[in-house]
């Protein structure tokens, strides 16, 4: 099972960008979809963005298309969600996920299963 592990959270002021990292460890050689996701307090589990293995498909929440990217390099196992014009709207805890064949939260086809331990966003207005 691969692990994942995310950093690149912080806080920023309105209109600001940051980059998030999903660093994939262990056995990631099944791995199907990579997505972020993000939750905030008193509120329900949200998908930001996938992407497919290999890259070919990137599907985006209507709440963040034209304002995050999702992208991978697979030399480096790693995802990024670069997220530009930032809103306090987006304030969350941020988790990475991966598809490896098995059960999990569903997102198209899609089913994420492996969790990152997130890492939290704050947008000040």
């Known amino acids: 099972q691969v692990q994942l592990v995310e950093s690149g959270g912080g806080s920023v002021q309105a209109g600001g960008s940051l980059r998030l990292s999903c660093a994939a460890s262990g056995y990631t050689y099944n791995t199907k979809c990579m997505g972020w996701f993000r939750q905030a307090p008193g509120k329900e589990r949200e998908a930001v963005a996938r992407i497919s293995n290999g890259g070919g498909s990137t599907n985006y929440a209507d709440s963040v298309k034209g304002r995050f990217t999702i992208s ?4 480096k196992n790693t995802v990024y969600l670069q997220m530009n014009s930032l809103k306090p709207e987006d304030t969350a805890m941020y988790y990475c996920a991966a598809d490896q064949g098995g059960g999990g939260f569903r997102w198209g086809v899609c089913r994420f299963g492996t969790w ?3 890492t939290q966003v704050t947008v000040s207005s």
């Open 72 to 75: 991978q390099d697979n030399a």
């Open 116 to 118: 990152g331990q997130g």
